[in-house]
């Protein structure tokens, strides 16, 4: 965790090669046992070409950077939207960005936008970050 945010600081995590295995975890973890996210046929015949990450998925990867960027304990916001989907074999990058340090009676309130784009450089989530230190 770093002590100190300017505007402008960017923190980026890369995670390489998501697997179908990944989303199966993560149904495991969350319960969201849709078959869309495991099953190839059900996939293809809900129109896709493949399984494809939870959004909530995506969402947790980004959170993994804001918790080492900022701590559990300084986090008051966190909020993604759901852009594109993540197949298997993306790796994805998030990255996120300070917008605004202000000094308050709590600490030091910093705001950060934060997005995670895949090996093509397409955004899958947008969101960002509210911590007090």
């Known amino acids: 965790m770093t002590e100190s945010f300017a505007v402008g600081d960017t923190f980026e995590r ?3 090669d998501v697997t179908r295995e990944d989303f199966v975890r993560y149904a495991g ?3 969201d046992f849709n078959p869309i ?6 996939a293809r015949d809900a129109g896709y ?3 494809f990450g939870q959004g909530m998925f ?9 918790r080492e960027t900022f701590g559990l304990a300084a986090l008051r916001e966190y909020d ?10 993306d790796t994805l990058t998030t ?8 000094e308050t009676a709590d600490g030091t309130r910093v705001e950060a936008d934060l997005v995670v784009t895949n090996d ?6 947008d969101g960002g970050a509210v911590a007090v230190l």
């Open 58 to 66: 995506t969402a947790g990867v980004a959170s993994g950077l804001v």
């Open 37 to 42: 996210h495991y099953d190839d046929p059900h």
């Open 120 to 125: 093509d450089g397409d955004r899958v989530v």
């Open 80 to 89: 993604t939207r759901f852009v594109a989907q993540v197949w298997p074999g």
């Open 95 to 102: 990255r996120l960005e300070i917008t605004a340090v202000e």
């Open 14 to 16: 890369v995670t390489e």
């Open 49 to 51: 070409p493949s399984v």
């Open 29 to 31: 973890a969350s319960g």
